[in-house]
């Protein structure tokens, strides 16, 4: 089945990562193989690569749809994706603190700084493009401090979506370069319900990782409101542990990202790319959701039926694992 939001730009997609790839290799040694290996583990060419595209591909998307340049596009790709590679090594350093932390944030300065240089190329100083950057990075910025303390997603599910934000600058800086800057709005409003999907769909499947961390979680937030229990804090309510694979809980949680899918296919603004992986992800949500459902029917159904079932997945997925 084809991928309509990757497979037919998968060329351009493939030269960005090249020239990409390209910077990485003139990276101080000690740090220039570790670079190359996380843009390896985020090329889309590998199977489940678990990282998002909108971060880099909305460009390349709007040099097909809107007739953004193949140069601007391929260029402002690339600059988005450094970035990406930035914002994930800070992440992971904020989610999970570990021993590689002074690795992943030093080596994130520097794709940082690359992406700066991409930017400049593009943009002059004078440049609508740097006030929107600045006010990208401050939602990114407010939003991560805000999880602390703050329960966005009952607030307005759309909220979660400000962690993101950062996604926003290749779709800002291509209407920009195209002289549309009226539909940034509209566009990135579109947008941010399709980082909402990817934050749900990335929120259940991390459910457990997020309550043992104390991370922001709005599968947790929408059981906690469920039960009318505090969240965000840290340990969670017993009754929250004790709901996390309630399938009421569940099949309302997947129902949220449908209404905001049926919003989205509404729009008349909305890029067709937008609906697709949209779609994409909401599917990947109720999928999910319905395994997690699955599993429970063979725990009730007995150890033993349970056990040779897990038995034939595991040999399934060894198979798969080994044809890669």
């Known amino acids: 089945m084809q991928r309509e939001w990757l497979d037919p730009y998968m060329l351009d997609v493939k030269a960005v990562f090249e020239s990409v790839e390209e910077r990485l290799q003139q990276y101080p040694e000690s740090l220039a193989g570790h670079a190359l290996e996380q843009l390896r583990l985020l090329h889309p060419v590998r199977r489940n690569s678990g990282h998002s595209y909108v971060g880099y591909i909305t460009p390349l998307w709007m040099q097909h749809t809107d007739g953004l340049p193949p140069d601007q596009a391929h260029q402002l790709s690339v600059a988005c994706l450094l970035h990406m590679m930035y914002f994930l090594n800070l992440d992971d350093v904020m989610d999970e603190p570990a021993e590689d932390a002074v690795l992943k944030l030093t080596l ?10 991409v930017y400049s190329a593009l943009f002059e100083s004078s440049s609508d493009f740097w006030n ?42 291509a209407l ?24 749900m769909t990335d929120d259940f499947t991390d459910t457990k990782q997020d309550a ?17 229990q505090e969240y965000p804090t840290h340990p969670l309510h017993e009754s929250t542990h004790h709901n996390v694979f309630n399938s009421t809980f569940m099949n309302s949680y997947a129902d949220i990202a449908q209404y905001f899918h ?63």
């Open 132 to 173: 929107h950057f600045r006010q990208v990075l401050q939602d990114w910025a407010v939003s991560v401090n805000g999880e602390l303390h703050i329960d966005y997603f009952q607030q307005n599910p759309l909220l979660i979506a400000q962690k993101a934000s950062p996604s926003q600058l290749g779709v800002i800086g």
């Open 176 to 199: 920009l370069l195209l002289e549309q800057g009226d539909r940034i709005a509209s566009v990135c409003d579109a947008l941010n319900i399709v980082l909402m999907t990817l934050q």
């Open 108 to 117: 994130g300065n520097l794709c940082y700084v690359d992406a700066l240089r």
């Open 262 to 324: 049926s919003t989205l296919t509404s729009s008349n603004s909305v890029l067709p790319q937008f609906i697709s992986l949209n779609g994409y992800l909401y599917n990947t949500l109720v999928q999910a959701v319905h395994g997690m459902l699955q599993h429970k029917k063979r725990l009730y159904r007995g150890g033993f039926h349970y056990w040779i079932r897990e038995s034939q997945l595991e040999t399934t997925d060894k198979r798969e694992t080994d044809s890669v």
């Open 212 to 228: 043992e961390h104390g991370n922001y979680n709005s599968y947790l937030s929408h059981i906690s409101a469920a039960l009318q």
